[in-house]
């Protein structure tokens, strides 16, 4: 099982990404996906989730600004990230649990200039 998260960059204040993460070796459509990110020297948060059966959920620093999508066709969870703020900035990880097991993607570091 493995997730490849990509789509991260340098980008000022006020702007936009959206990052992706590929599934692979998994049947995608039955299981969660989430996003967290790490800023520097802090701990990994979660901010973002999606169901399997496309429910999306937040922290409440996100929303609004974040929007976690998925596309079980091509076996991919995408996170639209809008209005960035630089404290946005962070390595962000995509992840999911297959049976019992925690999956991190590697992260795709976003930075935020002001």
């Known amino acids: 099982v493995q997730l490849q998260a990509c789509g991260g960059g340098l980008v000022q204040a006020g702007g936009s990404l959206r990052l992706s993460c590929k599934a692979s070796?998994?049947?995608?459509?039955?299981?969660?996906m989430n996003w967290y990110r790490q800023p520097p020297g802090k701990q990994r948060e979660w901010v973002a989730g999606?169901?399997?059966?496309?429910?999306?959920n937040y922290v409440d620093a996100v929303k609004g600004r974040f929007t976690v999508s998925r596309d079980n066709v091509r076996r991919m969870s995408s996170l639209q990230i809008d209005r960035l703020r630089p404290e946005d900035t962070a390595l962000y990880f995509c992840?999911?649990?297959?049976?019992?097991?925690?999956?991190w993607g590697r992260g795709t570091q976003v930075t935020v200039s002001s």
């Open positions: 070796g998994i049947n995608f459509r039955l299981y969660d």
């Open positions: 999606i169901t399997s059966g496309g429910s999306s």
């Open positions: 992840h999911t649990r297959y049976s019992g097991t925690d999956v």
